[in-house]
């Protein structure tokens, strides 16, 4: 019985997709040829010693390939793509992070031991399980060997022959291939590392003078704004579109009525369900980044990002809004921030919304009385990143009146009578719903702010940084996000007309769709910038 249950876990491991849709009966009813082959070189290892030793070998390798596929499976569901084993270990710092905002100090201390417990006896039951099977092996040889002559046999016929299980071959070298994947993976990471180098350092904008960039913007105040997870499904998705929608149409109106105009359209995102940081820095440098690599690489560069070339024309003062920021941030230097608020710096005394450390509403008028409103020698121009759609989208802050927004404790009683979110995790239908409603809000909370501070010089450019993770957008989602451009001069939008975009901040379902990291380039072009490049 022990020997079966060895033989089923084995054979588990080496058929385990790494996609959590194939995860379907049919999968583990396959003959896995690695299974025959393993226990051919178990057979022909005379010393048992030795070969206990490699029965050791196999075990550490099913349980490091079956944390690389439950990993595959983990960031496949939360980012749209698999885990890079060269790149994503650090992330899990972070997924770790945000699982203590949403979820409590203790509730993750438990969870992360238990991980670790989980990933010891994962390593510890498939060593013991093939070294048993070994031993086995070695006491009843000859039955073995021709049992494993007769499996290959049928392995090799119903491979050649094509056999299916379902929709999957019946013949099976799941595992080889799962490594193979991994392999390539690894290298074409290591080889993207130097290309990607060549790449950043040639700029056509990169040797631009100051007076050559953005000529026909002087005198505004520029504004950029990412709105978290705000993503295509927010627009298009039938249970999340209703409200988003009736918000969008009548926040438009309302902005016009003050005298604004906005054009929409959309923008393929280089990230999926996380990972922002990639989305704000290929928007702003027009480059693809969608590996911590590579960010790590365009941030510590001087490839031109849009919001350095504010500050390299010497016109602007330059500062960002960053609630999300809890720690020191490097960064700022490449995007040519002058000042960064971060959320230590904001005055905040209300409470968190799970990882969101405090509501856009209270981000907005802190950046309104900190910076924007403010008297100033030149314009200005900011980059604000809101964070209260981030998931897990629960509790949600909702809006009060601006002139009682104080230091933000009146969100005291909002946080406590908001959902928890172990309820919103749980549930799909749910989760769409509140992620829906935090849309809302954070639009609402922006144009609200726009409606009320924006100036005849204010233009506002902002975007959503990802599409929410698949449990809300979908397994076959794109990775589409809105963008818009609000002004009240006419010849700021006038600039743009050429691009094909929609009127007002919805963006129809036909408007152009450009790569996220296109843009730079666009902007700077529209607005008068003329590209004097630079070479690797």
Known sequence: MVTALAAALVLTALLLPNALAALQPNRFVRLPGEAIIGTALLLLIPRRAARTAAAVVMGLALAALTILNVLDIGFRQYLGRAFNP????????????????????????????????????????????TVRLSRALDRHRSPAALGTMIAGTVWITTASLGLQVGDVPFASDRATQALMVQ???????????????????????????????VPDLRGKDMIFTFIESYGRSAIEDPVIAPGVNRTLDARTESLERAGFQARSGWLTSATYGGSSWLGHSTFLSGLWIDNQQRYR??????HLSLTKAFEKTGAWRTVGIMPGVQKGWPEAEYYGL??????DHLGYGGPKFSWSTMPDQYALEAFQRLEHGREHDKPLMAEVILTSSHQPWAPIPRSVGWDELGDGRIFEGIEEAGHDPEGIIASSDRSKEEYGKSVQYSVTSLTEWLERYGTDDTVLVFLGDHQPIA????????RDVPVAIVAKDPKVLAAVDGWGWSRGLRPESGAPVWKMSAFRDRFLTAYGSVPHPTKD
């Not at 238990?114 to 498939?126: C, D």
């Open 86 to 129: 060269v790149l994503d270990w650090e992330l899990l710092d972070d997924a770790q992070a945000y699982m203590q905002d949403t979820l409590g100090r203790t509730a993750i201390v438990a969870l992360t031991a238990g991980a670790v417990a989980g990933v010891l006896a994962l390593f510890a039951v498939l060593i013991l399980a």
């Open 183 to 213: 392999a390539r993976r690894v290298q074409a990471t290591l080889r993207d590392e130097a290309e990607f180098e060549k790449e950043a350092n040639a700029d056509v904008f990169g040797a631009t003078p100051p007076a050559e960039l």
């Open 297 to 302: 690489t365009v941030t510590s560069g001087d």
């Open 338 to 343: 002058d000042h960064v608020y971060d959320a």
């Open 471 to 478: 449990r809300v957008s979908g397994e076959r989602a794109s």
